[in-house]
């Protein structure tokens, strides 16, 4: 923490935040990260303690979080609505104190009679480093804790790189959410808050405040060039778009490239349990990306993606350790190699065996979003006595059209493209692409929560 509170004391002028149209300068925000510092002291909380932050607004969001983390604190950044949902992270988490931001009230600490005697909070403790705790979305299950080293973590950021006015798009307690507002303060860069994570919202922010970076999931990007929105604002700022956190469509990407020929686009890959990598896309609209940074290796074992990170985790709180006896992280992500590039192929479990065959998802799903009148499509498998599995598909359409009707077209548009073993044999027409509070893709597929 001590390489960005210097950094905003020599740069106390510049904007840092932009929320609601109010300008926070680094300055001002340095007062406000030592005034929440006081005030968990004058509550005595002490170093080692885990603290629970339910953030609201994200001016006091990020002071809290930053001032916490330089008392050495154990940090579970919490950004939901769901008060059971709270409830059940302060418990697998062991939460020793709330910071409830989301009505700025002057008693917003309070103590919780637990004491978190987990075993990796012990190694944080005797470290004397701080602590991040956060948690899968938990929609096919219980909530997975990953306690994370914050002074590893950080450690990268302490080089400065670019500087460019980013739009916050994902949350703070999301390893994307938080490599953007790391990398954005680092840079001394200012950092602008939507106030509506929609297409309108969102764009209306990039007018508004000259945003030149704008980082959101597939799935947002084409909910975007679904709603148009781009046509009814002016989006001549943006420099880069950054995609992650889901397979991007080529479809979606090529149509992308087309609209704004002037943007940059990176692909970044990275999970919670090891950090974001650095990334680098073989050539415009490629999906083909090379990774790894300072601090990071890679190697792929019988097809699967494996990272080493000084800055991976801990372990989980509630689950065993997937990181191996010699320190490689195993990501479950299938992907293809040609040299020092690599292109992410999707989830080893959820991928579809089809009578011995496999059928990746992310395959069949840009073939059926290449046909008119498709809004979404999410690919899954069911099982099948005799197959196995079959190949099926939750599909949002454009304007209505009967699922007789459709399922006939699907069929004669995915012959000529797809083995027939790839085609769905079932579809189920949905009124809205289902998407999670982090604008990605949910469904029937297992859910992560990579970068």
């Given at each position: 923490?001590?390489?960005?509170?210097?950094?905003?004391?020599?740069?106390?002028?510049?904007?840092?935040?932009?929320?609601?149209?109010?300008?926070?300068?680094?300055?001002?925000?340095?007062?406000?990260?030592?005034?929440?510092?006081?005030?968990?002291?004058?509550?005595?909380?002490?170093?080692?303690?885990?603290?629970?932050?339910?953030?609201?607004?994200?001016?006091?969001?990020?002071?809290?979080?930053?001032?916490?983390?330089?008392?050495s604190h154990t940090v579970i950044p919490y950004a939901g609505t769901s008060g059971s949902r709270f409830r059940e992270i302060l418990d697998i988490a062991e939460a020793e104190w709330v910071v409830d931001l989301r009505d700025e009230k002057p008693d917003c600490c309070r103590g919780t009679e637990t004491t978190?005697?987990?075993?990796?909070?012990?190694?944080?403790?005797?470290?004397?480093?701080?602590?991040?705790?956060?948690?899968?979305?938990?929609?096919?299950?219980?909530?997975?804790?990953?306690?994370?080293?914050?002074?590893?973590?950080?450690?990268?950021?302490?080089?400065?790189?670019?500087?460019?006015?980013?739009?916050?798009?994902?949350?703070?307690?999301?390893?994307?959410?938080?490599?953007?507002?790391?990398?954005?303060?680092?840079?001394?860069?200012?950092?602008?808050?939507?106030?509506?994570?929609?297409?309108?919202?969102?764009?209306?922010?990039?007018?508004?405040?000259?945003?030149?970076?704008?980082?959101?999931?597939?799935?947002?990007?084409?909910?975007?060039?679904?709603?148009?929105?781009?046509?009814?604002?002016?989006?001549?700022?943006?420099?880069?778009?950054?995609?992650?956190?889901?397979?991007?469509?080529?479809?979606?990407?090529?149509?992308?490239?087309?609209?704004?020929?002037?943007?940059?686009?990176?692909?970044?890959?990275?999970?919670?349990?090891?950090?974001?990598?650095?990334?680098?896309?073989?050539?415009?609209?490629?999906?083909?990306?090379?990774?790894?940074?300072?601090?990071?290796?890679?190697?792929?074992?019988?097809?699967?993606?494996?990272?080493?990170?000084?800055?991976?985790?801990?372990?989980?709180l509630n689950a065993p350790s997937p990181i191996t006896e010699d320190g490689w992280f195993d990501t479950g992500d299938e992907v293809i190699q040609e040299g020092e590039y690599l292109r992410v192929l999707g989830r080893k479990s959820d991928i579809i065996n089809v009578g011995g065959e496999k059928v990746f998802?992310?395959?069949?799903?840009?073939?059926?979003?290449?046909?008119?009148?498709?809004?979404?499509?999410?690919?899954?498998?069911?099982?099948?006595?005799?197959?196995?599995?079959?190949?099926?598909?939750?599909?949002?359409?454009?304007?209505?059209?009967?699922?007789?009707?459709?399922?006939?077209?699907?069929?004669?548009?995915?012959?000529?493209?797809?083995?027939?073993?790839?085609?769905?044999?079932?579809?189920?027409?949905?009124?809205?692409?289902?998407?999670?509070?982090?604008?990605?893709?949910?469904?029937?597929?297992?859910?992560?929560?990579?970068?």
């Amino acid at each position: 923490m001590r390489y960005f509170l210097s950094l905003f004391a020599a740069i106390s002028d510049r904007p840092a935040l932009i929320w609601r149209n109010n300008e926070v300068s680094y300055g001002s925000l340095l007062q406000q990260i030592t005034e929440g510092k006081k005030r968990l002291e004058e509550q005595s909380v002490t170093a080692g303690a885990v603290v629970a932050l339910w953030v609201d607004s994200p001016v006091s969001a990020v002071a809290w979080l930053l001032a916490s983390l330089d008392a050495s604190h154990t940090v579970i950044p919490y950004a939901g609505t769901s008060g059971s949902r709270f409830r059940e992270i302060l418990d697998i988490a062991e939460a020793e104190w709330v910071v409830d931001l989301r009505d700025e009230k002057p008693d917003c600490c309070r103590g919780t009679e637990t004491t978190g005697t987990h075993p990796l909070y012990a190694r944080l403790r005797e470290s004397g480093h701080p602590g991040l705790v956060l948690f899968s979305s938990g929609s096919t299950g219980k909530p997975k804790g990953t306690v994370l080293d914050a002074s590893r973590l950080l450690k990268k950021y302490e080089t400065r790189r670019r500087d460019h006015r980013t739009l916050a798009f994902l949350l703070f307690d999301h390893i994307g959410g938080l490599d953007t507002l790391f990398y954005a303060l680092s840079n001394g860069s200012c950092l602008v808050f939507p106030e509506e994570r929609t297409p309108d919202g969102v764009c209306a922010t990039i007018e508004r405040h000259r945003v030149e970076v704008l980082p959101a999931t597939p799935s947002f990007l084409n909910l975007l060039l679904l709603s148009e929105a781009h046509k009814r604002h002016d989006l001549s700022s943006l420099r880069w778009i950054t995609y992650g956190a889901e397979v991007m469509p080529e479809t979606t990407l090529r149509r992308l490239v087309d609209l704004f020929p002037n943007v940059r686009f990176l692909q970044k890959y990275g999970t919670t349990e090891v950090g974001t990598l650095r990334s680098k896309s073989r050539e415009p609209g490629s999906l083909w990306l090379r990774i790894g940074g300072e601090g990071y290796q890679t190697r792929v074992v019988d097809g699967i993606l494996q990272i080493k990170s000084e800055a991976a985790m801990l372990g989980y709180l509630n689950a065993p350790s997937p990181i191996t006896e010699d320190g490689w992280f195993d990501t479950g992500d299938e992907v293809i190699q040609e040299g020092e590039y690599l292109r992410v192929l999707g989830r080893k479990s959820d991928i579809i065996n089809v009578g011995g065959e496999k059928v990746f998802p992310a395959e069949v799903e840009d073939v059926i979003r290449q046909m008119p009148n498709v809004a979404e499509a999410i690919v899954y498998g069911e099982a099948n006595l005799i197959l196995g599995q079959v190949v099926c598909a939750r599909v949002t359409l454009v304007s209505p059209e009967t699922r007789t009707e459709f399922f006939e077209r699907l069929q004669g548009h995915c012959r000529p493209q797809l083995e027939p073993f790839k085609i769905p044999v079932k579809v189920v027409l949905a009124d809205a692409p289902p998407l999670t509070e982090r604008l990605k893709r949910t469904g029937p597929r297992t859910e992560r929560d990579p970068v």
